[in-house]
């Protein structure tokens, strides 16, 4: 099993909609989590840390299910500007810690 | 802050040539990370440094791949000889604080590779 699992996609996601999707983690250990958005042709960025309550910033909320392995992210509202790929981050915390990647889930906001 | 510094941008070459690739990491910052990124395989991690010490290599596909950290300002990552399949973009990557919980890793722009 992928140490980090995600539909690629791509998400086709009319403006102003909502878009959700989730990511599969198999390392049970894992105690940090992330989402980082990647443009085209750039560089992998921070969006946000995803907590054990869950949290919110402004129109993005990330999820954590320690019980199913799976965190997710949820775009309210979408804006032409989301479009981007969402890589779920996650620590593998053998001897030297380390952050593994999914491949990324690909959104395109559609006008 | 500069933020992690990679060189070139972009590098085509020839099968069978030596290239090298640089990243300069955030000033404090005390790890150090190598990735490449294609679209088969997405994001994968090739070395990582702690200290300037390497701690995982696992991910370094051959020996044709080395990487160095001579000091706490500077890696490179060497192919040598380069073949299409090397073609990818690869990600330089730094964080301040080992174990990783709740640290942003902070990515270069990246090197675009072409062999052909």
């Known amino acids: 099993r992928k140490e980090v699992e995600q539909d690629p996609g791509p998400f086709n996601v009319p403006e102003g909609a909502t878009v959700a999707f989730n990511c599969t983690y198999s390392?049970?250990?894992?105690?940090?989590f992330f989402w980082y958005r990647q443009d085209c042709r750039k560089e992998p960025k921070l969006l946000m840390s995803?907590?054990?309550s869950g949290n919110e910033d402004g129109r993005f909320t990330a999820q954590l299910n320690r019980a199913s392995q799976y965190i997710s992210l949820l775009i309210r509202d979408s804006k032409l500007s989301d479009s981007a790929t969402y890589l779920c981050?996650?620590?593998?915390?053998?001897?030297?810690?380390?952050?593994?990647f999914g491949k990324g889930n690909q959104v395109v906001v559609i006008p | 802050d500069a933020g992690v510094i990679q060189s070139p941008r972009h590098e085509v070459t020839e099968m069978g040539q030596e290239v090298t690739l640089r990243c300069k990491p955030i000033?404090?910052?005390?790890?150090l990370f190598w990735y490449r990124q294609t679209m088969m395989r997405g994001l994968e991690l090739l070395i990582y440094f702690n200290n300037n010490v390497p701690i995982d290599d696992s991910g370094m596909p051959e020996d044709r791949f080395s990487a160095k950290m001579p000091n706490a300002s500077f890696s490179t990552l060497k192919i040598q000889p380069s073949e299409p399949r090397d073609s990818a973009v690869y990600f330089c990557a730094s964080t301040g604080i080992l174990p990783l919980r709740n640290t942003e890793a902070f990515f270069g722009q990246g090197t675009r590779l072409t062999v052909v």
């Open positions: 000033s404090g910052h005390n790890s």
């Open positions: 981050v996650v620590n593998i915390p053998y001897g030297n810690n380390r952050l593994a």
């Open positions: 390392n049970s250990a894992s105690q940090s």
């Open positions: 995803v907590y054990s």
